[in-house]
Nanobody
Framework: QFQLVASGGGLVQPGGSLRLSCAAS????????IGWFRQAPGKEREDISC????????SYLDSMKGRFTISRDNVLNTVYLQVNRHKPDDTAIYYC???????????????WGQGTQVTVSS
């Protein structure tokens, strides 16, 4: 079992952009489908997007399409999530996790790992 670490969060103004990164040591992430998800206080976890090992297949939750873009660089052993035009409702802890494709989106499995806080505020 491996620990994934999300980073790149912080304070951003509405309408701004952030790029989050997901990395791990001791495992080749290129061999796995990786997903991004988030959880805001008092809310259930939301799936955002996932990407397969070679980056040729991606999936997005319908509500996440348009502003979120998932990508990966297997040379750097890193998976990214670009978030544009931030809204206050984007405030949450963002996690990356080993994932699989399901009907309508993605499903994470295993430990959540270390998330990164994104706060959208003026």
């Amino acid at each position: 079992q491996f620990q994934l670490v999300a980073s790149g969060g912080g304070l951003v103004q509405p309408g701004g952009s952030l790029r989050l990164s997901c990395a791990a040591s001791g495992v080749n992430l290129g061999a796995y489908t990786i997903g991004w998800f988030r959880q805001a206080p008092g809310k259930e976890r939301e799936d955002i997007s996932c990407i397969n090992g070679d980056g040729r297949r991606t999936s997005y939750l319908d509500s996440m399409k348009g502003r979120f873009t998932i990508s990966r660089d297997n040379v750097l052993n890193t998976v990214y999530l670009q978030v544009n035009r931030h809204k206050p409702d984007d405030t949450a802890i963002y996690y990356c996790a080993f994932s699989r494709f399901i009907l309508g989106g993605c499903s994470a499995y295993g430990d959540w790992g270390q998330g990164t806080q994104v706060t959208v505020s003026s």
